[in-house]
């Protein structure tokens, strides 16, 4: 069974141009998470999709963020016009449900993103 | 202040000693408690989880809860050079039915085990 995937796993962007960061979630999960960890730092929650839905966006920087879940194909967290602080390592998690006990979530190993 | 305090380390420990880790919390609300591993340039894998007080083991391993000091404990026996990682603790509230359990990580403690 595969896991989480992501992809890339490395990516290196230019200040001012855009990055796509995709995350394929397991076989038969329709719960996708977001987070983020810098170095020295835990992770922190950016988004929680389903489907098509965003249901919660508390944890996304206002402006040059945005995800999306469509119907068919993998999620994807698109991050326009880099900025140097936007250097981090982004997890994608998945989960069947969204009650942590009864469906926890599963991690992928991560897209790591320079900008140079 | 952080919502979650863990130390960073790195906490290195003799091949068969006993690792212990643990967190604190400032959010008395919380009350579902998780334990992860991270390899190096891996994800995190979910080790263990508790509900409110109390011990669980599982394994080599034992998870504490002290909600009266918000205190969450994590214990590794007889310690591998394989279990050597950065071990995440996370919490994350009651879902109600308008809501979800999101989690709130600590920054993780780096583990050395020396053969």
């Known amino acids: 069974n595969a896991g989480v995937m992501q992809n890339p796993r490395h990516l290196v962007r230019r200040r001012g141009q855009e990055a796509r960061l995709r995350c394929s979630p397991m076989?038969?999960?329709?719960?996708v998470y977001w987070y983020r960890q810098l170095p020295e730092e835990g992770l922190k929650f950016m988004v929680y999709?389903?489907?098509?839905?965003?249901?919660?966006e508390s944890g996304m920087p206002k402006e040059r963020f945005s995800a999306e879940f469509p119907k068919e194909g993998p999620s994807i967290l698109r991050i326009q016009q880099v900025v140097r602080g936007d250097s981090a390592a982004y997890f994608c998690?998945?989960?069947?449900?969204?009650?942590?006990?009864?469906?926890?979530?599963?991690f992928g190993d991560g897209t790591r993103l320079s900008i140079l | 202040q952080k919502e979650v305090e863990q130390d960073p380390g790195p906490l290195s420990v003799p091949e068969g000693a006993i690792v212990s880790l643990n967190c604190t919390y400032s959010?008395?609300?919380?009350?579902?408690f998780m334990w992860y591993r991270q390899y190096s340039r891996k994800g995190p894998e979910l080790l263990m989880y508790?509900?409110?007080?109390g011990n669980k083991e599982d394994g080599r391993f034992t998870a504490q809860v002290d909600k009266s000091s918000k205190y969450i404990s994590l214990f590794i026996r007889d310690s591998q050079p394989s279990d050597s990682a950065t071990y995440l603790c996370?919490?994350?509230?009651?879902?109600?039915?308008?809501?979800?359990?999101?989690?709130?990580f600590g920054a993780g403690t780096q583990v050395v085990v020396t053969p």
């Open positions: 998690a998945s989960s069947m449900g969204s009650h942590i006990l009864n469906q926890p979530q599963h």
């Open positions: 076989k038969g999960h329709s719960h």
């Open positions: 959010n008395s609300a919380f009350q579902y």
């Open positions: 508790t509900y409110s007080s």
């Open positions: 999709l389903q489907k098509e839905n965003i249901i919660d």
């Open positions: 996370a919490m994350s509230l009651i879902p109600f039915l308008d809501s979800w359990g999101k989690l709130q």
